[in-house]
């Protein structure tokens, strides 16, 4: 116990002496950090200048980029409702359904060609 007692406070005093630090560890240390953070701010500025060189060039893209003309929809055939029409009047269902839509729309009915009643002709 006695050797205990002896042997701590030494042993405290060793370690305090390793972890204080001088006045020049400290201004070492401030100079380290200042000298990082310099460091760091001048990446962030080239980072920041990449990023806004890249895109003025893709805006530039962009506007010399030739814009697609918007491709002509395909001219809608002009039906006569008033004529009565067979699924054998149709080359497919697509065709027989489009006219029948456009048939109740303008008001003549579906021309009895959606037998099934579930919204597409000549099924």
Not at 27 to 56: G, P, Y
Request: aromatic share 8%.
């Amino acid at each position: 116990m006695l050797l205990a007692w002896k042997v701590i406070p030494c042993a405290w005093h060793t370690h305090l002496t390793i972890v204080e630090e001088t006045p020049e560890d400290q201004k070492q240390r401030v100079l380290e950090e200042e000298a990082a953070l310099r460091k760091f701010e001048e990446e962030h500025k080239r980072a920041q200048a990449e990023r806004d060189s890249l895109a003025a060039k893709r805006e530039a893209e962009e506007k010399n980029k030739p814009q697609p003309k918007p491709e002509p929809k395909p001219a809608r055939p002009d039906y006569n409702f008033k004529e009565d029409k067979d699924c054998s009047d149709f080359s497919n269902s697509t065709e027989a359904t489009a006219f029948m839509k456009a048939s109740k729309a303008a008001g003549f009915g579906d021309h009895r060609l959606d037998y099934n009643h579930d919204g597409i002709a000549c099924n």
